[in-house]
């Protein structure tokens, strides 16, 4: 079968992927659609250390073809948007609510496909860039039929970060001001879930002027190019600062910018060893700098929230997908990307 492998100094479409059956609690999905994040690139570049060869991809939608022993909410027939998310649900962590801190869930890749007979590495415990993957049950969430594949497989991810970081982790409640450094695939997300909490003000920074439509459709308020402009529109900082970047230089600014009891979120990725500054005394009004992993999500819930938000018309998802390709373009999608020409770029199989 088909599927984007990077080998560790390049990457390929192949044809001659494979992947074991579904075993016990797994579920082996088709993939219609995958959204190409810059996560994906990240590995790529080095800037995400990961093993290799690795079949790359972890934003994706598909139809269940089989199930292994044990799995009951889902059959085959099913759409389902898949999470990165192979929490255990037993431990502490998944007991409290708080799945993206199950310790299952984080740096244990495993190697469900071979090529030539020898293993590879699945990506975000996902995959989703080949025609057929194996998950664990509880990342496979069942969507209603009649959501896009392309819009289903954005929730997985894209919807699940930034929409999750704004409801779940920085709790943005109406009449906030909020700061959105960074208007791609997680900060028109970002800048969404803020118009659905009811914020006031939502102030989108992105140095390429060509994308204030977009972010204004999305729910932005006030659209700069740089960060310069940001206390002439909120003199007192901001209530929440989301870096959606990954540059230690914007999560500085993002830190500077805050009201009093203000919070900048983190999600951009910059690179493992990345080290970033603030002024410790500029902290003492009750200011806070928050990590955020995967939008603090709980995917099964979440995920069905915004289905019925998007069936609502009120989460954005048909405009989030700027382009779709075949498969074996990929290189064309990533040079989209990379450039910026698309808010997110979506494999078809």
Known sequence: MRGVVFDGKQVQVVDDLAVRDPGPGEVLVAISAAGLCHSDL???????????????GHEGAGVVEAVGAGVS?????????????????????????????CRQA??????????AGRPVHQFASNSA???????????????PKDIPMPCAALMGCGVLTGVGAVLNRARV????????????????NVIQGARIAGALRIVAVD???AKEPVARQFGATDFL??????KDILPTGADHAFECVGRTELIRQAVDLLDRHGQAILLGVPPATAEASFLVSSMYL??????????????QRDIALYAELYRQGRLLLDELVTETYPVEDFEKARADAEAGRVARGVLTF
């Open 225 to 230: 190019t740089s960060t310069k402009g940001v």
């Open 286 to 299: 009750d200011k806070s700098i928050l990590g955020c992993r995967y939008g603090s999500s709980r995917p």
């Open 207 to 209: 140095a390429n002027p």
């Open 106 to 115: 984080i740096g244990r890749p495993g190697k469900p496909f071979s090529r």
């Open 129 to 143: 860039f080949a025609e057929r993957t194996v998950v664990k049950a509880v990342q496979a969430v069942r969507i």
């Open 73 to 101: 909410h889902v059959a085959p027939g099913d759409h389902v948007a898949l999470s990165t998310l192979a929490n255990c649900g037993t431990c502490a962590e998944c007991d409290r609510g708080r799945p993206t801190m």
């Open 42 to 56: 990240s590995v790529v570049d080095g800037t995400i250390p990961f093993p290799a060869p690795v079949v790359l």
């Open 173 to 188: 409640d109406r009449g906030d001001t909020v700061l959105v450094i960074g208007t791609g695939g997680i900060g028109l």
